[in-house]
């Protein structure tokens, strides 16, 4: 797996990295930069957001100047001064000029998830060396490294592809990741999920050669109870409702909703939280062959509600399903559900955003909190009460999947909410990539949501 982030000792000999922005660069020419306002106004320099500059001095590198754009500029990019990480050369660096506050935490963040690289499949390329940054004065670096680190290991799970990352791999992924925190795990493997009443999970996973699974993972013995739930489908094919290639090729990636609960689990228990955290995470794949679910077929859930099957390919919600039926057995905690679940949450939002839903206006004011905080962009949909209808088929209880194409992320969390016994429930609908490269967000798998929920997580459990 990837190294994980650091940043350069307090005592380190660094170089200084002038953040300026647009207004303040005449000044700063006239005054602490006069020495280069003839290099910077000869190679074009504008204080563009992330747009840098190597200044020389008399015994070489002097230093580095970065812009910061304009507000407008910052508005429509996050991280842009992560830029600096694929610029400059190696060694330790400090920032100065007028960067405090949340732009510093915004610095360091961005320059944490900048540095990551996923190389696991070029063993014979040599990892560049890649500058490290002084901590600035008022940051919390203990937070931000265990953001980066969540972030790390989401994006790893994400981008490892399936044939390395089944259901018996994410499984051990998962056990690594409570061993190294002193959490508990186990699994229930297989036939054994028909024992002991997962009937859903068994059948979106029964098709494959390699076994269903859930996985539960506990840490912490005092404070509120927290339960994250992340859909881990680990390669879907759709099924027998089989997609056509084109539709297969992120499909690695339909476990990015369990790679994101181990993300964020990753940042609690390092963080210590005071809390009893829970993750739970069915892991299959979504095969095709003889033993495979068909449509209109009616499976009957742990908790009862027949679900009848008119989509294969809508197969998150079922192994959600009985998953979030075993939380809510568990009562008094608030539970989360995170999943790469509905095309049509992309259609509404795109990419950037990672919609949620919530009944719980608490929840929903802590999580919007936090989003600014965290730099993690999320925007709220509705349970939309009078859609219930829609995935209600009449020759069973529920439908996996309504025709008519309307609505469907919100059909989808309305179907997922009929599991769930707590009033303190969110769901979200993430899409666990970057479809391009940008400002620390390379191509590839991202969390979602996670530096959101652990910035929410003092309000929403009143820690």
Known sequence: MT???????????????????????????????????????????????????????????????????????????????????????AGDWHLTGEIAGAAADEAVLGWLLASYRFDTYRPGKTPAALPRLKLPDGVDGETLLAMAAGEYLTRDLINTPANDMGPEQLQAAFFALAQEHGATATAIVGDDLLAQNFPMIHAVGRASPRAPRLLDMRWGTEGPALTLVGKGVCFDTGGLDLKPSAGMLLMKKDMGGAA??????????????????????????????????????????????????????????????????????????????????????????????????????????AIAAGAATGFDPVWRLPFWDAYEPMIEPGIADLDNAPSGGFAGAITAALFLRRFVDTPHYAHFDIYGHNPADLPARPKGGAGQGARALLYALPEMLAL
């Open 3 to 89: 190294d994980l982030p650091s940043l350069a000792p307090a005592d380190a000999v660094s170089l200084p990295l002038h953040v300026i922005a647009p207004d303040d660069l005449p000044d700063w020419l006239t005054g602490p930069g006069a020495a280069w306002a003839g290099w910077l106004a000869g190679t074009g320099f504008e204080a563009a957001l992330g747009e840098l500059r190597l200044l020389p001095g008399p015994d070489g590198l002097a230093g580095a100047i970065i812009g910061t754009g304009t507000a407008k500029a910052r508005a429509r990019g996050r991280f842009g001064l992560a830029k600096a990480v694929a610029a400059l050369p």
């Open 260 to 365: 994101t609960v181990m993300g964020l689990a990753l940042m609690i228990m390092r963080l210590g939280l005071p809390l009893r955290l829970r993750v739970l995470v069915p892991a299959v794949e979504n095969s095709v062959s003889g033993s495979a679910m068909r449509p209109r077929d009616i499976l009957t859930s742990r908790k009862g509600l027949t679900v009848e099957i008119n989509n294969t390919d809508a197969e998150g919600r079922l192994i959600l399903a009985d998953a979030l039926t075993y939380a809510c057995e568990e009562r008094g905690a608030t539970v989360i559900s995170m999943a790469t679940l509905t095309g049509a949450a992309r259609v509404a939002v795109g990419p950037d955003l990672a919609p949620y839903f919530t009944d719980d206006s608490i929840m929903a004011s």
